[in-house]
């Protein structure tokens, strides 16, 4: 009875506080467009890069994020593995044809092409992993459509198995 009790003072106590302010705005809005498109730009590991190949003596990691001539870059961390953990909103206007684009940077030095990323085959509400390959190991990235994709994965079509 005891337990009961204080389970039910603690539920009581914690229903009673405000909620936390979960608002997004400090995670910056870039662009102009009626769909929203969530990234994060999560860590990255390039430990197997040759730094003296490249002419870097101290490791600072930074990936920019462009979209329709709009740009956002994560802070500059050091080391080979930072972790950013890092949100931008980026407003567009048509998934079907729109596309985000990433470089990565390592102390001021692009390494790697800029890569493209298409976005008419996100789920609405889902995080789909993205990955930026880097000389060396790659950066993470996890894409989410706020507001536009489809709400399921198509189904996978096994017909090519009929033949068993």
């Known amino acids: 009875m005891l337990f009961t009790l204080a389970h039910l003072y603690a539920r009581v106590f914690f ?8 608002s997004e705005t400090d995670i910056p809005v870039i662009g102009e467009g009626k769909h929203t498109l969530k990234i994060e730009a999560t860590c990255c590991n390039i430990k197997k890069i040759d730094l003296k190949f490249y002419g870097i003596e101290k ?3 930074q990936v920019t994020i462009k979209c ?12 080979l593995d930072p972790t950013w953990e890092q949100h931008v ?3 567009i206007n048509d998934p079907e044809t729109d596309k985000i684009s990433a470089v990565f940077h390592c102390a001021g030095i692009q ?5 493209f990323y298409s976005l008419d085959k996100l789920l609405k509400g ?4 993205k990955g930026l390959v880097v000389p060396g190991g790659k950066a993470d ?8 994709g489809s709400e399921e994965a198509p189904q996978e079509d096994d017909a090519f198995m009929d033949f068993l």
């Open 111 to 115: 390494l790697g092409d800029e890569q």
């Open 59 to 61: 490791a600072t990691c």
């Open 89 to 91: 909103i980026f407003k």
């Open 126 to 129: 889902k995080q789909t992993f």
């Open 15 to 22: 229903l009673s506080l405000p909620l936390p302010d979960f």
């Open 141 to 148: 990235m996890l894409f989410t459509a706020v507001d536009f």
């Open 68 to 79: 329709n001539g709009k740009e956002w870059k994560t802070t500059e961390e050091r080391g």
